[in-house]
Structure formats: C-alpha cells, structure tokens
C-alpha cells in the first residue's frame, strides 16, 4: 500500500527503518507470510537501498562502460552518456524494489524520516507533511552509512569536494581529479575516472595504498594503476582545501615539506559512519558502540531484544552481502530456530573493483606469520602462469595471485587475486575454505578450460615456505 493508503497509527509485526539489502528482504519475507509489515525510508531516492542507487551498482556500471574505451584518451561524451544510461539503470532498478513490497497487501511503505519514541515505538514524519505512529513487535534499524569528512579546513565548503555519491551524478567529466584516500572506494573510482581520461591523482596518508594488503599485493595494483596514468603520492597529509580561480586547491605534506594541486574535482574516499543521527536511539533504548554504530550481539539483537541492526549501521563489514547474511540471521531468530548468527560466518571474500579486480579472502601473508604457524604462501604473475590462457584470450594479463596454505593442516588461509574475472574466481576459495577442500585437492580438481579457475592447478603447485 502507498503513502496515501495509511492512517495514522498503525499495529504491525514488523517496522524497518532503511530500505537496504537486509531490511528489505526481511519486509518482503514477512509480507509473502501475510504479517503486518511497515517500511520506512527517508527518501524516494533511496528505495532499494544503497547499494543500487548509490553503491554497487552505479559504481560497476560505470567501472564497465569505462573499461570499454580507449586507453590514453579523454571521453567527454562517453562519460556523459554512462552516468546517464548509469541513471536510468539505477532508476528502473529502484522502482523495481518499491514495487516488490508495495505490491505486497501486508506491507505498508512510509517515505519519512522515523524516530523512536519507545522501544516498541516509531514517530515518522512523511513527505507529505503528516505523522504516522508505529507500534510493532519487531523492528529493524537498517540506515546505513555516509561518507566521513573529517576535519580538514576547507573540506567542508569548497564546492569541488565530492563524495562518492557526489560523484556518480557528476554531469561532466573532471578534466583533473583529486582522490583523498588510497583504500578500497578512493582507488575504485581512481581507475574508473583515468580510464574515462582524468588526470587523477592519489592522496594517501599511509605508506602503501590498501594498507592492510601484503605489500607485494599493493605494489603490483599500484604498478597496475599508474600504468594507466593513475599519479600516486604515498605519506601524504593533506592539510587544507580551498576554492582558487574556479578550482579546488589542494594543499598537504610528505616528510614536512608542503605541496600544492589544483583539481576540478576533490573526492573524498576517507571511510564511512554508520547513520544513527535522528532516530532517538536513547528514546528506543538503543546503545550505540564508541564509533556511533548501532551496538548488537551475534543475534543481531541491540540492547532491546526485539530490535535488531541489519547492514553498515552495526558496524560490521560494510558489503551488501553480509545484510543480505544479517537477514538470514534475524529471519532465524524471528520465525526459525535462531541457530543462524554472525558466529557462523568464515571466509568472506570481498572485491575491489580496479581493473583487474582485486578479490580477496582469509588472512594476508603478514598476518598469518604473526600467528606463529607454519605456513607455505605461492604468489604469481598472472603473465607467467601457462595454465591460465584466458588471460592471454581476453588480453589482461596484469596481475597477479597469492595463496596462504597452513602447511601442518594443508587448509587454505586466504588469497590474495589480483587479476581478470577474480571478483568470480574468489568464490571458489571462499567455499574451498567455508567446507575444509584442502589446498591439495584444489590444486588437483578438474576445471573448465579455458578458464581463470584452472589457475590453481598450477598456483597450488608452486606452494613453498616463504623465505621470511
């Protein structure tokens, strides 16, 4: 039912407050059971959930259309039409996940902000101008995270300074972008933007980009990204920010000596905060952690058992994937026998999309060592492995790929794929790691060919004790 179908309070089963991945689902999971469900998100804009408006999808889609082009040159008008098809895309995909719950007849879906005003009780505010009450057995805080902007003079009012957000609705191409931050979203849209023929550079505080990655992992992306005109300053600090003759400027340091460049555009890529400003948790009797993030166990239950955290705001992993896994879990603890928890989780992998990818599972090289066991690590270029020629197929043969074994147990670790089609071959590790398939066995499985997947044939074979 729509905005002009409700009353004024309503009894339900369940309220959700964010239309993301794990909220949504549950909402759809309730509703098909004919339980009274109500969802609540702030914005029209938003119906969905970050992740295909303002996350993964417009991001991949526009990492894809600029993988397209020419290398080496400047795509004014090819930028123009991917942030525009890129729109569309995120559009039908948004009307789409509102017509999934509204067509639903126990679902009721509220656009306005929500508030506690118990622990069983929402005050919003819609966008209409009215005030709904809701009272529901359950609830689930599902509002996501935003870009930090820390505090930097300048940052916050030089009208250069984007987020990530800012930037996929950016009408025209940056002729010279600025990325602060050298982590996961700052080198994402760093590549995409070179390739689409920016001059970017990097800002990074810390003396490698991906700073919890091995170093020879983030030394080969970093070959990889300057390859293709990516400028990089590592042990940078940036110190000010200011609008000069219609541009951004830029100023920081490197070993106490002080720099200065100018940028059309300024992308801050500095992490993200959970977004918990507004919801009166303290009214719900809601604790929150030191870092502001809705504070739960591994039920996914808050200080109020009967509300649970789903997503960024809790603090956990902030992938899409992991609040659709929160879903399993409070759907366990709602209407099944809540033997599902956060506990269960291993061997999640995540991606950074670059091109190639970097997947990656498990622990690096460097932490495995420090936990005092034996451990045999096989690392790769992606153009020396013969068993790989879908590399040479499809020409991306940059890269490289790093496995950890134990050597006591003969059980994978983690590994570290920096190469084409690794965002999907990765999956397999996880799995391999997830069920106890031991490196030998992976290295001797039958794979399709020619495929990436083949590669631990040959990977797992040159498995050694590493010389550190």
């Known amino acids: 039912m729509s905005d002009q179908r409700i009353d004024e309070r309503i009894e339900a089963d369940l309220a959700v407050i964010g239309f993301g991945k794990g909220g949504k689902t ?32 417009p991001t991949k889609s526009l ?37 999934m719950l509204d067509n639903l007849d126990s679902v009721t879906v509220l656009t306005g902000h929500a508030r506690f005003v118990d622990p069983h009780t929402l005050s919003v505010d819609t966008v209409d101008g009215a005030t709904v009450t809701v009272a529901a057995r359950w609830i689930v805080i599902g509002t996501g995270s935003r870009p930090v902007l820390p505090d930097i003079p300048g940052l916050a009012t030089t009208p250069q300074v984007q987020t990530s957000t800012d930037m996929l609705h950016l009408p025209e191409l940056p002729a010279r972008l600025t990325v602060l931050g050298g982590g996961y979203v700052g080198l994402e849209f760093a590549a995409m933007y070179a390739h689409f023929g920016s001059r970017v550079t990097v800002l990074e505080r810390g003396p490698q980009i991906l700073g919890r990655e091995d170093p020879d992992v983030s030394a080969c992306l ?28 830029v100023s920081y340091q490197v070993d106490g000596a002080t720099h200065t460049i100018e940028a059309d555009a300024v992308l801050v890529a500095l992490g993200r905060e959970p977004v918990t400003d507004g919801l009166a948790l303290a009214d719900g009797g809601i604790e929150t952690t030191s870092r502001g993030a809705v504070a739960v166990d591994e039920q996914l239950r808050t200080s109020q058992p009967h509300v649970f955290a789903v997503g960024d ?16 879990v409070v759907l366990s603890q709602i209407t099944g026998d809540g033997s599902r928890t956060t506990a269960t989780r291993r061997a999640v992998p995540y991606v950074l999309f670059t091109t ?7 622990i690096t090289e460097r932490e495995a ?40 147990t003969d059980q994978i670790l983690g590994a570290a794929l920096l190469s084409y089609d690794s965002h999907e071959v990765i999956n ?19 794979y399709t060919h020619p495929s990436m997947t083949e590669c631990f044939n040959q990977l797992l074979g040159a498995l050694a004790t590493p010389s550190s």
């Open 428 to 446: 397999t590790v996880a799995l391999a790691m997830r069920h106890g398939i031991t490196a030998t066995e992976l290295r001797d499985a039958i």
């Open 26 to 57: 549950l909402a759809a999971a309730l509703g098909r059971q004919g339980r009274r469900v109500v969802m609540i998100e702030q914005s029209a804009l938003m119906y969905g959930g970050t992740c295909i408006n303002i996350g993964c999808v």
């Open 369 to 408: 060592v420090t936990t005092g066991r034996d451990v045999l690590v096989a690392t790769m270029r992606v153009a020396d492995m013969a068993t790989v020629p879908r590399a040479r197929i499809v020409e991306e043969t940059a890269g490289l790929m790093k496995v950890v074994v134990d050597a006591a």
């Open 313 to 328: 705001v809790n603090g956990g992993p902030q992938f899409t994937y992991i609040s659709l896994d929160d879903y399993r």
């Open 356 to 362: 190639p990818p970097l997947a990656r599972v498990g």
């Open 222 to 249: 970093l070959d990889i990204l300057c390859d293709n005109g990516v400028e990089i300053v590592t042990g940078a600090e940036v110190t000010a920010v200011a609008e000069a003759g219609g541009a951004a400027s």
């Open 63 to 99: 990492v894809f259309q600029s993988e397209r082009l020419t290398p080496a040159e400047v795509h004014v008008e090819p930028y123009r039409h991917a942030v525009a098809s890129t729109a569309a895309l995120t559009a039908g995909m948004r009307a789409g996940n509102f017509a």
